[in-house]
């Protein structure tokens, strides 16, 4: 039988980018609309690669990036964008840029409307898998179906990131607790 994602990472070095990020990111909420954009813009980096290399490249991102500033992203120019192809720092994708810029300003026209990106993602919970992949699809560039249930389940939205037998499992509950993060 295949090892539960926590039960993997139990075997992984304290100092593994996996382990770290499964302790004291993976599941927890995140209450900054920047921080959400965050994890979105590096999950639409992870498609096709490891998530190894996009954590292991998430400070350059964050640099780059000028820390996921939701209204300064929305605004980078061509000249940006360019320079951000030459950035070895992070994964040099075309789409993948473009899609941050144009998903930070469907976010600035989200917080407009709902008052916080945040807010629009709790407006529209609880959803299945298949409606918040048909959501976002309708409203941003680039997101699949694993893009959407990694997103989520990493930010709280979907049940899976922690079985409940995980030490972190609890953690995440007493900081999210309306919603469940069970398997």
């Not at 292991?56 to 000028?66: C, G, L, M, P, T």
């Not at 529209?124 to 893009?147: A, C, D, M, S, Y």
Request: glycine fraction near 4%.
């Amino acid at each position: 039988m295949a090892a539960s994602y926590c039960e993997f990472v139990q075997k992984v070095p304290k100092d593994n980018v996996h382990r770290h990020y499964h302790d004291h990111e993976y599941g927890f909420p995140l209450e900054n609309d920047n921080e959400l954009f965050a994890r979105l813009v590096l999950e639409i980096n992870q498609a096709g690669l490891s998530w190894e290399t996009i954590l292991k490249k998430k400070d350059n991102f964050f640099k780059a990036f000028e820390g996921f500033a939701i209204d300064k992203v929305s605004r980078y120019s061509v000249k940006k964008k360019e320079k951000l192809m030459q950035d070895a720092g992070i994964i040099r994708n075309r789409l993948k840029i473009e899609a941050a810029i144009h998903n930070a300003k469907c976010i600035r026209a989200i917080q407009s409307a709902s008052g916080s990106f945040r807010n629009w993602l709790d407006n529209h919970h609880p959803k299945t898998k298949e409606e918040w992949v048909k959501l976002f699809k309708q409203t941003f560039r680039f997101t699949g179906g694993e893009i959407v249930n990694e997103f989520l389940m990493s930010t709280g939205y979907l049940p899976g990131a922690h079985v409940e037998t995980c030490p972190v499992y609890k953690k995440v509950m007493k900081q999210k607790p309306r919603f469940s993060v069970k398997c």
